[in-house]
């Protein structure tokens, strides 16, 4: 469902995404990573973080499930992006950063545990790793996409079984599109 609505609708997504200014969020992650550090932008959409990384000097990494956002963000970033779903991740201790900006949060409540133990294992030690969720405590679909919020406590649920992974900082933002009002929960998370 969720994947044919990004095959269907890319276009319009990624001309609705592209241009956000993210900057105060590269700010908090980057911050963490030394020069050429690599860096993994899972589920990278439109491609626009994943190409802000790489011109920061970063050797980046980006993957979406949509074929179509495949197409459009390799375009857009220059990069080889892979066409794979965060079932297919199997890098261990390869990434110094890992980068799920919105991306996360399609994946139903009960297969997260399984993904976050292997973007866990694809982290190297002392690598930090930004997550961000629509902030709620419901599943829900919503235009044909489907939406697995979050909040502090349903975080912090989550990241209980992963024994490797404490949390640097949660806080929350507004969405940085002008036609949106949700409001996002941010974290950023360091592997032990």
């Known amino acids: 469902m969720t994947l044919n609505y990004y095959q269907n609708h890319a276009q319009t997504f990624f001309d609705g995404t592209v241009n956000v200014d993210m900057s105060s969020l590269y ?6 990573l030394q020069p050429g550090a690599t860096v993994l932008d899972a589920g990278c959409g439109s491609g626009r973080d994943a190409k802000a990384f790489h011109e920061m000097g970063y050797i980046v990494d980006a993957f979406d499930a949509s074929s179509e956002m495949v197409a459009l963000a390799t375009q857009h970033s220059g990069l080889s992006v892979q066409q794979m779903t965060f079932a297919d991740i199997s890098a261990k201790k390869k990434y110094d950063g890992i980068w799920c900006c919105a991306s996360l949060l399609h994946v139903p409540n009960q297969e997260l545990p399984v993904v976050m133990h292997k973007l866990t294992d694809a982290l190297k030690s002392g690598g930090t790793w930004y997550v961000s969720f629509k902030y709620g405590e419901s599943e829900r679909e919503k235009d044909g996409r489907r939406f697995t919020d979050m909040n502090e406590t349903s ?3 989550l990241l209980e079984s992963l024994s490797e992974i404490d949390i640097e900082t949660i806080w929350t933002t507004a969405d940085k599109r002008p036609e949106r009002d949700e409001m996002w929960l941010n974290a950023l998370l360091r592997k032990r």
């Open 155 to 157: 975080l912090n649920k």
């Open 27 to 32: 700010e908090s992650f980057t911050r963490h």
